[in-house]
């Protein structure tokens, strides 16, 4: 307040010199040529919402001082004279004549926002083809002006062309917002085949309002689905308009930013003012922001990746799986602390058998775990038959945990985090254009951060396939309502062996993008339409209509079915054993060998042989003459 005073003072009168405001109001007794009641409907109507205004006063007649003396007088908020503050959208602008109004008006009002308020106080005669009732100068703002020859107010901001109306009544000074009568205004709409929030395909090519595009017939019910399209054409029948819709041009679909200038896509064409609405998975975010007006969310989607499903596996290492590798450590390690242990027993004590004073012996001994019990245990009694107690538990526990896991398929560890995903060098891709991977995921993860190397771009669909069945290829798409949509189009057969990784890699808002006289209507038909549960019935019912039984698969786990049975056991997993067997006789073969030689050093191993056969014929004839001659003695 204190501020007001002292540019007030200023403008009012130099002469002044410390005033009080009764004082100024004495001085300023002259009657205005708007009734105070006048005065207070009409900023009730031209200020509905706000509880701020800037204030701007241009000239210094008697006239201007009488007229904004009344404003301070009526005008019950907060308000700044001659300073900006844009949190607040209410205008209101007082001059001697029009030109200076104008210059005002260009110089310190946004305008192209919806939601200004413009209420300008001239204390002149205008007539109706004067300057300041230009409409190109108040582009998206609401507008009423008041002077001596009469009051005007511009149409409102989403009906076309605008125009400046005389008020008989100051009623109509009213401007509507909110869900609002567009009278059948044809919108100019952009959006693209985007399942599941929008189906539209078939085009054809034509030139409206002087530019080409490729418009949807739309003239299909099959067509005309998806989520945000329905939403769209609830829209369209409440708040009265028609449209025509087009596909995004050039190359890309949303566009990119380009210093002051947004490239390409809907954005761009809604930037350009080319379109007035645009729809069909538009994300909310701070870049397009900038550019355009993003209306409220109506849904939160996830980015996920599907990842091939892990293969069945069987490795040659099954034998040792029952245990971990801690559990083999600790096995080898009391063997051998027992051994030792024992060794030293047998040198200390004389009773102990010979046999365990060799540490070779007493280990082999040992490792013969929970089979058998040795004899000639003396001195050693408790310590060994605690031995052979503890080795049964320990057989028993790896037999038991080998025939469930031997018999039960066996997969590979799933993917199911970003990490994995990199460690396991999955790479995935999509048609061009190249996506903006900071929108996508959180760069600044470590693991995240690695996504973008892993991109390819996918040629075609047919290219997708030959990856696809290359294998470690992860497909990127979102979640909807529990369902994933892959982002392009996946044949059904290449799905089958793919499920949903479950971390997700990032998260969006979907919204849809408007010209600014649109984004109060239409924000408050999204509100509506997620109040009243639109939103939801939509979005579970083009789901439930359009989801191909291949993309719900994709949320099922193949390898935790079990209901197979037991499986028959094949070579691999028991090869380990095979190996084990192999190498023993291996040896022992050796080892004979060795024997044999010291035995006959002189002669060949193959001669040795004979010669044993040999002996055991001899031995067997031997008995049977043996016989013979019992019988015969018999006899
Ligand atoms: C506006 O129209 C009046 C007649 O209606 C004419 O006398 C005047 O010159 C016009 N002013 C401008 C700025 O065209
Ligand atoms: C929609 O606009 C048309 C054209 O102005 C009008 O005739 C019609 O009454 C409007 N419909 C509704 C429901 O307001
Ligand atoms: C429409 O124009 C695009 C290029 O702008 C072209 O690729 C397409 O084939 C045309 N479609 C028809 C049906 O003429
Ligand atoms: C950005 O705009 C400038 C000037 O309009 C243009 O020369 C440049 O090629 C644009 N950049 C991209 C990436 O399109
Ligand atoms: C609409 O977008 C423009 C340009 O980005 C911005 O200046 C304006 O504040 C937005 N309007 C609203 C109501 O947010
Ligand atoms: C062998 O282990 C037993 C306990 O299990 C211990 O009492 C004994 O001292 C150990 N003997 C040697 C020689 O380490
Ligand atoms: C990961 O894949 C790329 C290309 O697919 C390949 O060049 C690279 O050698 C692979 N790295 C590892 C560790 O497998």
């Not at 599941?196 to 019910?221: R, V």
């Not at 669909?461 to 189009?489: C, L, S, T, W």
């Not at 002669?603 to 001899?618: D, G, P, V």
Request: net charge positive; hydrophobic share 40%; charged share 25%.
């Amino acid at each position: 307040m204190y501020k007001f005073y002292c540019v007030f003072l200023a403008i009012v009168s130099a002469a002044i010199v410390s005033a009080g405001k009764e004082k100024i109001m004495l001085n300023l007794k002259k009657e205005s040529w708007i009734s105070d009641n006048d005065f207070k409907a009409i900023i009730k109507l031209s200020f509905p919402f706000s509880l701020c205004c800037n204030a701007y006063v241009k000239g210094k007649t008697l006239g201007v001082d009488v007229l904004f003396n009344q404003f301070i007088k009526n005008f019950k908020y907060e308000y700044t004279v001659q300073s900006l503050s844009y949190d607040c959208h209410a205008y209101f602008g007082l001059a001697s004549s029009e030109n200076d109004m104008m210059n005002k008006v260009k110089e310190r009002v946004p305008t192209s926002i919806s939601t200004t308020e413009l209420l300008l106080i001239i204390d002149d005669k205008i007539t109706s083809n004067s300057s300041i009732l230009d409409v190109s100068i108040y582009k998206n703002s609401n507008v009423n002006i008041i002077s001596r020859s009469g009051y005007w107010t511009l149409s409102e901001n989403y009906l076309f062309p605008r125009v400046f109306k005389k008020v008989k009544r100051l009623k109509e000074l009213r401007h509507k917002r909110g869900i609002v009568d567009l009278q059948g205004r044809q919108l100019q709409v952009a959006a693209f085949y985007n399942p599941p929030f929008c189906y539209l395909s078939t085009t054809i090519n034509q030139t409206i309002n002087k530019i080409d595009g490729e418009f949807f017939l739309a003239n299909d019910d099959r067509e005309l689905d998806g989520i945000e399209t329905k939403l769209f054409l609830l829209m369209s029948k409440r708040l009265n308009f028609t449209w025509k819709i087009r596909k995004p041009n050039h190359y890309f679909r949303y566009g990119r930013p380009n210093g002051s200038n947004w490239e390409g896509g809907m954005i761009g064409q809604l930037f350009r003012n080319e379109i007035d609405f645009a729809f069909s998975g538009i994300w909310l975010k701070h870049d397009q922001y900038q550019y355009v007006n993003l209306t409220e969310p109506w849904y939160q989607l996830l980015i996920h990746y599907l990842v091939p499903r892990p293969r069945p596996q069987t490795s040659i290492w099954a034998l040792t799986r029952p245990f971990t590798i801690e559990v083999w450590l600790l096995l080898i390690v009391v063997i051998i602390i027992q051994s030792i242990n024992i060794t030293i027993k047998a040198r200390i004590n004389q009773r102990v058998p010979k046999k365990f004073k060799s540490f070779i012996l007493t280990i082999t001994e040992l490792l013969n775990i929970g089979s058998w019990s040795p004899l000639g245990t003396y001195g050693l009694r408790l310590q060994i038959h605690l031995w052979h107690v503890y080795g049964i538990l320990i057989v028993t526990a790896y037999s038991s945990s080998l025939a469930s896991r031997l018999t039960t398929p066996d997969y590979e560890p799933r993917i199911d985090t970003i990490q994995q995903f990199i460690d396991k060098n999955l790479t995935w891709g999509r048609e061009a254009p190249v996506p903006n991977f900071d929108d996508y995921f959180n760069l600044r993860d470590p693991y995240a951060g690695k996504f973008p190397d892993k991109f390819t771009i996918d040629i075609d669909e047919e290219d997708r396939h030959v990856k696809i069945k290359k294998g470690n290829y992860a497909i990127i798409g979102r979640i909807v309502q529990g369902i994933f949509f892959p982002e392009n189009h996946i044949r059904d057969a290449d799905l089958k062996n793919y499920r949903v990784m479950k971390q997700e890699v990032g998260d969006y808002y979907a919204t849809f993008a408007v010209q600014p006289w649109l984004l109060h209507s239409i924000n408050k038909m999204v509100l509506w339409l997620r109040e009243c549960g639109f939103t939801k019935y939509h979005l579970t019912n083009v789901i439930h209509r359009r989801t191909s039984l291949s993309l719900r698969n994709v949320l099922e786990e193949h390898d935790i079915k079990n209901n197979e049975g037991a499986r028959v056991l094949i070579l691999k997993p028991l090869i380990a054993g095979f190996g084990f067997f192999l190498i023993g006789l291996f040896i022992s073969t050796l080892v004979l060998i060795y024997e044999l030689r010291k035995k006959y050093p002189t002669i060949s191993i193959f001669k040795t042989i004979k010669i044993m056969l040999n002996k055991k014929k001899f031995k067997k004839q031997k008995q049977y003459k043996h016989k013979s001659n019992i019988i015969i003695k018999k006899i």
